[in-house]
Nanobody, 120 residues
Framework: QLQLVESGGGLVQAGGSLRLSCETS????????MGWHRQAPGKERELVAG???????YYDDSVKGRFTVSRDTAKNTLYLQMTSLKPEDTAMYYCAARTAGESGLIWGSWGQGTQVTVSS
């Protein structure tokens, strides 16, 4: 089992920055990669950034150049540095871990989420 706990969300003005953290614990050897997803009201949850098991980051085009994923392996913590925030970045942000399931890799472990609100 994996436990993920996000923190760092809040209210920020457009153009501002926030850093989200995701502390992980449990059977970390099961993790293939980790990602940051977000869900805005009335919209589907979307993957915006992540880091694979080699430590290589990947990003959705909507956040590329503005968001940066990093990790501190000693602290088992994944970060999402968000800069140049826009009102459309407003959403609940979730940290998730992808592990191998019977039908392949699945986003099977999720945190409780942290709210990010960007005012115009």
């Amino acid at each position: 089992q994996l436990q993920l706990v996000e923190s760092g969300g809040g209210l920020v003005q457009a153009g501002g920055s926030l850093r989200l953290s995701c502390e992980t614990s449990g059977n970390l050897f099961l993790v293939y990669d980790m990602g940051w997803h977000r869900q805005a009201p009335g919209k589907e949850r979307e993957l915006v950034a992540g880091m694979d098991h080699h430590g290589s980051p990947y990003y959705d085009d909507s956040v590329k150049g503005r968001f940066t994923v990093s990790r501190d392996t000693a602290k088992n913590t994944l970060y999402l540095q968000m800069t140049s925030l826009k009102p459309e970045d407003t959403a609940m942000y979730y940290c998730a871990a992808r592990t191998a399931g019977e039908s392949g890799l699945i986003w099977g472990s999720w945190g409780q989420g942290t709210q990010v609100t960007v005012s115009s």
